[in-house]
């Protein structure tokens, strides 16, 4: 097979995140799909927001946010938050919240996983601000956690692709990490 050469402005598969903070002293909500783990210990985070925003205003101002990990079953309340801006239309009553010890940011009753984090750095970016922050509390329905696990194919998590703008399942395990490969070392 013959490789081509493509864009270099390409997009991978992206994990289904929903951003909460408080803006002007209410909840907000947007999806965010530009979002991944960089550090073990402590636990941190980045994601990249368009700094048009609404939602940043809060966590640039209160320096804490929250991830919350949407299942299948709020797939349209999800893209809905993701569509609408929070300097247009009220957000705070879509979903139900609940607060850890961070009182900024609001976390998802809905979502089977939430991380409430405090902004470490902001950095800004041409069109983004990169927003890397420290996970001080998670939250897991107690139905998907089993020996310290998030059960993410039970929580039926999703994933963004771009440019074409869809939404996948999260699908079946291939594998273990760490191991199947393995069966390729030559002894």
Request: one cysteine or more; a positive charge; aromatic letters at 10%.
């Amino acid at each position: 097979m013959e490789k081509v050469k493509i864009s270099n402005n390409v997009y991978i598969p992206m994990p289904m995140t929903i951003l909460g903070a408080k803006v002007n002293g209410k909840d907000n909500f947007m999806a965010v799909g530009w979002i991944c783990r960089i550090n073990a210990n402590p636990p941190m985070l980045a994601m990249g927001i368009g700094t048009h925003h609404h939602t940043l205003k809060g966590v640039l101002e209160n320096k804490e946010f929250s991830v919350n990990f949407p299942g299948e079953n709020i797939l349209k309340q999800t893209d809905f938050v993701g569509v609408v801006s929070g300097d247009k239309t009220d957000k705070s009553n879509v979903f139900n919240t609940f607060y850890g010890t961070l009182n900024n940011a609001p976390l998802i009753k809905e979502c089977g996983l939430n991380l409430a984090c405090s902004v470490v750095e902001s950095i800004k970016l041409p069109s983004n601000t990169l927003i890397i922050g420290e996970i001080k509390e998670a939250f897991c329905k107690s139905e998907l956690v089993k020996s310290n696990t998030v059960l993410f194919d039970d929580m039926k998590a999703f994933f963004l692709t771009m440019p074409d703008n869809n939404y996948w399942s999260f699908g079946h395990k291939l594998g273990k990490a760490w191991s199947i490969g393995k069966e390729l070392q030559t002894k």
